[in-house]
Structure formats: C-alpha cells, structure tokens
C-alpha cells in the first residue's frame, strides 16, 4: 500500500517536472494529466452544484416564511378595516386602557397598514377617523361652534351629515348634528344641553354627538365672509402686527421673570368692597392679562380699586360703589350666599348711590349697575345680548328682596331692568376688558344719562381698551414693586 502510494507521488512529481519542458512529456503522461484535471473539476461542479441546491431551499424556506406572514399582515389589516359601531371604542381590562389613551375628542387614532380596499386608507401613517361617520360612510366637515352670537366660539368641531334623533331626541329642522372636538370654552354652556345624559357643558360634550343651533355652525366659508364683512363694516379688525403698549409690554416681561408659585398680595381698604382684607395675584394672571386673553376675577378687582381711589381723590366716593366679583359669581357658591354677599354689600350703599357689580357666568363677564332704593338695575352685556342673563338675574332680584327686608320697607317695588346698549366686544375674550372700560365711562357719567351714555358707539377701538390695559398695568407694577421692598 505504502509502495502505491510512492509511486504515485513519483508520478505526479514527474509530471509536474515535464512541465519546465513540455517536449518531453509523455503523450500517455498528458492524457493522465488531463484525466486528473477533468476528475478535480468534476468535484467542484458537484460542490458547486450541492452549495446552489442549499441556496434554493433556503430561498423556498424565506419565500414560504414571507408568503406567511403576508398573510398574518392581511388578516391584521382586516381585523383593522372593522370598526366597533358604538361611538365609544371602551370595553374592558387592557383594550380599555389603550382605547383610552387613542380615544380623543370623538376621533380614533389608529395605525392602518392594509392596501386600498374601497375606501381604506392606503398609508402607514397614523390616521384619525371619526368613529360613527365611518359607519356611515358620510364624511364630516371641520367647524367653530358657536354660543348666543357668532363672535363667542366656544369650541372646534365636526359637522356630521346625519339627520336622525341624538340620544333619543329629535334633532329639530333648524339644528346640525355636531362632534365638538377640541374646546375653547370648557366652562361654557351648551346652547342645545343633553339632559337625558347629564350634558350641559362644552366639557362634558367632548367625544359625543350634540345638537347645535344651525346659524351658530361657522363652516370655513362663511367664517371668510364674516372676517370680510367685520373688516367692512365699523367694526375694527384686529391688526395683523398689534403694537403693545409699552408699559404693558414691561410688566409682561417682568411677569414672565417671576416663578407662577409667588402670589403677590394687594390690599382691599375697606371702602372697596366694604370690607378691609388683602388679595393676590401671580404671574399667570398677568400674563394673561397683557396678552389680551380672557382675565381673572382678580384683574377686574384690581381695577376697580383703581377706580375706587379715583373716585375718593375727587370726593366722589358717594356717587358710587363697587362689589366684589369673586363673592357673586357663578363660581362663588350657592345662590343663597352669593345674593347674601350683594344684600350686605346694598346695606352699605347711600341714597341715590349707584352699586357697579361685575359678574362672571363662567365664561363671559357681564356688570350690573344697581339702584337698591328704586330697585333699578342697568345691564351690560358685551355681546349684545337683550335677554338679561338668568343666573345674575336670581343673583340680584334675591338681594333686593334681602335688603328691602332688612331695611324694613314695606312698599317694595318689583324690580325694572333696563338693558343698555354698550360697545360690543369684537371677538370672544375682550368681554373682562370691556366691563372694565363701561365703570370707567360710569363713574364719569351722571346716573341719569347711563342709557345714553354709548349712543353711537358699536364698539371700542383696541386704542381705547389699551388705555385701561396701561392703567391696570402701572397698578399691577406698582404692587410687584412694593412686594420687592419687603
């Protein structure tokens, strides 16, 4: 075996040497040569051949793994076509918790991957879909919903193309079925309320499907007509680049320096609101104010002690009164207490002394001017509104009855309201500066000419309103600086 095994080698060695002089290779030794080059490549084509059949059955074994979970991607992206008909997606343990957190507003955010398919979105891309108008079928249209005047939105929301009953109710030839979507007002109160479903709010309507006044449904064209009417009419358009006063803009700026957890205090002498005691304000309530957005119950105080020392410097403090708007609002507590507060406050007033009391609905800012002795009582409402608010109503009528008894007169009249025409507020968060501006014109006014005080005048320029904002501002700075000192 060994001896084979040289002899090969030897050959092998031989014809390797015959190379250097291939005249003298052996014709026998060169077909061998060939045979062996022709076994050697034989062996590489079958290695060849072995490694190729691997390939394709790991390209079979890819394809079928593809090809199955294409399906599994088919069969999930039907399961995703198939929308819940009840308008809330929420039902139990863990699904609950994740519709929660996708469920927003009445739209449902969900991923879709499948491919067109009628009318299936063909994205990958987050998509929010209404959850009962896919049902139908019936495409909503985005709008501003409106309260009492077309200028007071309250919320953003989608008009939904269905005319059947809404929670059982009819929905009525003059109203539009509606989805509020994103809220303005929260506070604010529906102008067609859900009672059966406990909702009377903006707030609580959010995600459900409400009945809304057609007039007060502004769709994107009629609210470009209204711009261009407003911007027509005597009416003042907001200026595209509005220049703040310059004190305002100050106290902004220190406002915006000042951590919102310090409350800086400003004190209420007594011939205020009848009562010695001291108020804070923060940083977010100045804020707000210079940016001419909607104001606290705290600004309208802080500028009616303004009006107040105005008032006393000119030895002009028995002609008028003011009440505190944080103890008769509607947030203030129960009717009871709140027609408490203004009785007492009416006890204090002399002969002939004309009692100024801001009120706050909720979301808008009214002023009562009141005559307890006549039982007289002027109403200003910045919207324009003639039927007079119910809630300030109770409020008022209540406190007269409390100081007629207290005062022990027994021919006691019923109560007259006269409804002032007053400049209107152009927009929906100018109502708190406007009640400011109407004491202002007040106290300046003789009482018996309050119902022809604004004749001619259909609103206030921003000048004009800016003349308020500055006095506020330089009385707030004022303050900011003696909390300093200390």
Known sequence: MLEQQLELMQNQINMFASLLDPEKLDPAKLNMMRDMFRSNNGSEKASCSVDKEKNQ???????????????????????????????????????????KQQYKGGLMMREITALEVDNVITSTEKAYIPIETINVGKKGKKCKLAVDTKDNIVAMG????????????????????TSVDVPIKEDAYLPIPNVSGDIFTVKQAIGTHVAWPRHLVLMSHEENSMSTQKCSSKIPCKQAAYKMPVSVHLLLRLAR???ESIAMSVPMEDGVFGNDHNTFINSND????????????????IYMRH????????EEDHLYAFVDPGRI??????????????SLRLESAQLDQLILAPYNTGNHWLLAAINPFTA???????????????????????????FNAQK????????????????????????GYYVMKYMKEIIGTPSSSILNMFEGKETYTQEEIDVVRVEWAEQVDGYIQDEVKY
């Not at 022990?408 to 109502?431: A, F, T």
Request: glycine share 6%.
């Open 57 to 99: 059955s790991s390209k079979e074994e890819i394809s079928k793994v593809a090809s199955k979970e294409e399906i599994e991607k088919k069969a999930t992206a039907k399961k995703v076509r198939k929308v819940d008909d009840n308008p809330s997606p929420i039902d139990s343990s863990r699904e609950s918790k994740k519709a």
């Open 158 to 177: 989608t008009v939904i193309m269905l005319d059947g009953p809404i929670h059982g109710v009819p929905l009525g030839a003059e109203n539009v079925r």
């Open 257 to 259: 320096t000042i951590d």
């Open 286 to 301: 100045i804020i707000q104010f210079c940016l001419m957005q909607p104001i606290s119950t705290i600004c309208i105080s």
């Open 307 to 314: 009006l107040w020392s105005l008032l006393k410097m000119k």
């Open 329 to 342: 609002s509607n947030e203030a507590g129960k009717v009871e207490a709140r027609s408490c507060a203004l």
């Open 376 to 402: 007289l009582v002027y109403y200003f409402d910045p919207l324009g509104n003639t039927n007079i608010n119910p809630g300030m109503k109770n409020i008022v009528e209540l406190a007269i009855k409390m």
């Open 408 to 431: 022990g007169r027994k021919n006691r009249k019923k109560v007259h309201w006269e409804v002032v025409k007053c400049p209107r507020q152009p927009g929906s968060v100018e109502c």
